[in-house]
C-alpha cells in the first residue's frame, strides 16, 4: 500500500514494515518476480490471491483475509490470467 513517498509492506505473517520508496520504485523492483500492480495504491504478489471478487466494485482476498481492491482492467486482466482461483 502507498503512501506518498513511504510504501507499506503486510506480510504473510501478520507483521508490516514501512520503507522509504515509493510504490512506483517497488513495483520496478518487484514487477520479475511476479508481483503485480492492481491499484493505484497496491501491488500484490499474485500467488496469495484466494478469490476474485467482482462485487462491491471489485476486490482480490488474499491469503490473509486482506481485501485488496482491484481496477475492472486488472480484476478482468485476474480472472483471465488466474483461471483457477474461486470466483464471485
Known amino acids: 500500500m502507498a503512501d ?3 510504501t507499506r509492506f503486510y506480510l504473510n505473517n ?7 520508496r515509493t510504490l512506483k520504485e517497488v513495483e520496478q523492483a ?3 518476480n511476479g508481483f503485480v500492480r492492481v491499484h493505484h495504491s497496491h501491488l500484490i504478489n499474485p500467488a496469495y490471491i484466494r ?3 467482482r ?12 481485501r485488496v481492491p482491484v481496477t ?8 483471465e490470467r488466474f483461471a483457477t482461483i ?3
Open 4 to 6: 506518498a513517498s513511504y
Open 14 to 20: 501478520g507483521q508490516s514494515m514501512l520503507i522509504c
Open 30 to 32: 518487484l514487477e520479475p
Open 51 to 53: 478469490k476474485i471478487v
Open 55 to 66: 462485487q462491491d466494485g471489485g476486490y482480490v482476498q488474499m491469503g490473509d483475509s486482506a
Open 72 to 79: 475492472r482492467p486488472k480484476r478482468d486482466w485476474l480472472i
Open 86 to 88: 474461486d470466483r464471485e
